[in-house]
């Protein structure tokens, strides 16, 4: 049995076929992590939905921005953006079972010395407490009345954590860190509007994993998220975004016995919507 982490697929259903077939990926023995963003953007978000749903308890997905931005828009809380490709998604016949199926994925994983998540974590977050924060949220999206925190959950502010938060403000600094926070100061003050590759960045902040003293850095944590990054293999952090749907490469890493395994993917984004 071989457990394969793989970066941010968003929606390049094709470029998934082929890095699985590259690793001979067998259902009845392997298990696929996903790092989140499987949809949007790319040109078949609702093939990758449909299998990633069939592979049942052989995949694990935690759930990135473009996944929460997708159940907000079919919850009339969100308003689609010129580059989203979710059309297709929203308009199928089993769109009302997909979407119910994505909301209910976990914000966190953590197993067999691992933690996932798509962006970061706080530098302030324990794993245990990373997971229980995560807990929060996910059964806020698992209930009935789920449609709330998605009607709230835009926004940058509040831009830290505190213990004394509650309610929507709680939430949405939780799901920030953890589907869109790249950088933060070293007091956990995030900066989410930062979206370079790491090499020139705002005065006073670092890579959300970076920071010293960070309490998770005794768990290697995958995260995707960071396309301009690209690939991470440090010892406690391990980044899978490599840009695939920017015509650069998928990845997946073989948690076993750490071997990285990439696909090669053909051309890039679409810049328009598909009807």
Known sequence: MATY?????????????????????????DRLWFVGDLVNRGPDSLATLRFVKSLGDGAVCVLGNHDLHLVAVAAGHGELREQDTLHDTLD????????????????????????????????SWTV?????????????????????????????????????????ERWRVIINAM??????????????RYKGDGTKLPPGVVPWFAVPGR???????????????????????IGLDTGCLWGRKLSALRLEDRRLFQFSCPGGASAKPRR
Request: include cysteine; aromatic fraction near 6%; hydrophobic fraction near 45%.
């Open 5 to 29: 982490a793989i970066g941010d697929v968003q929606g390049c259903f094709a470029s998934l076929k082929g890095l699985l077939e590259q690793i001979a990926f067998d259902l009845q023995r």
């Open 92 to 123: 199928a016949p089993d769109a009302v079972e997909l979407i119910d199926w994505l909301r209910t994925r976990p914000l966190m994983h953590a197993e067999n010395g691992y933690a996932m998540v798509h962006a970061g974590l706080l530098p």
């Open 128 to 168: 245990p407490r990373a997971l229980e924060l995560a807990h929060e949220v996910e059964q806020k999206l698992r209930a009935p009345g789920y449609d709330g925190v998605l009607a709230r959950m835009y926004g940058n502010d509040p831009d830290r954590w505190k213990d004394a938060l509650r309610g929507n």
């Open 179 to 192: 589907t869109r926070m790249r950088v933060c100061t070293v007091k956990g003050v995030m900066r989410l």
């Open 215 to 237: 309490a998770s850095r005794a768990t290697p944590i995958i995260f995707g998220h960071w396309s301009a990054l690209d690939l991470v293999l440090e010892p406690n952090v």
